[in-house]
């Protein structure tokens, strides 16, 4: 089988919409979650086109709890930016 259908698992879970990310793809490699032919995969492995991959169904939950009633000190808010005083210890993310 020619090298250009065959490709890393973690490209190809990425790439099937298996997982959102490389990383994401390799912690559910890790978990124990990915099967390549009904055999617990490894990270490391190269899938082609004739491999059955399957993932299981994981528990989706938000990795930060959204807080309505928390009161944020605006600095600035103009149409392409909003300046926050958050305080330690709220997590947040991009």
């Known amino acids: ?3 250009a259908v065959k490709e890393r698992l973690d490209h190809y879970l ?3 919409g298996l997982a959102s990310s490389r990383r994401v793809a390799q912690e559910l490699v890790e978990r124990g979650m990915v099967r390549i032919n009904g ?3 490894k990270k490391s ?3 082609g086109v004739e491999d059955r991959v399957e993932v299981a169904a994981a ?3 938000a990795a930060i ?3 309505a009633g ?3 000190d605006v600095l600035h808010e103009d149409a392409a930016v909003i300046v926050v ?3 330690g210890g709220v997590p947040c993310h991009p």
Request: aromatic share 0%.
């Open 65 to 67: 709890e959204p807080n």
């Open 1 to 3: 089988m020619p090298d």
């Open 45 to 47: 492995e190269i899938v």
């Open 39 to 41: 055999r617990r995969s």
């Open 14 to 16: 990425v790439r099937t």
């Open 85 to 87: 005083n958050k305080p």
């Open 70 to 72: 928390l009161a944020l």
């Open 59 to 61: 528990e989706r939950r």
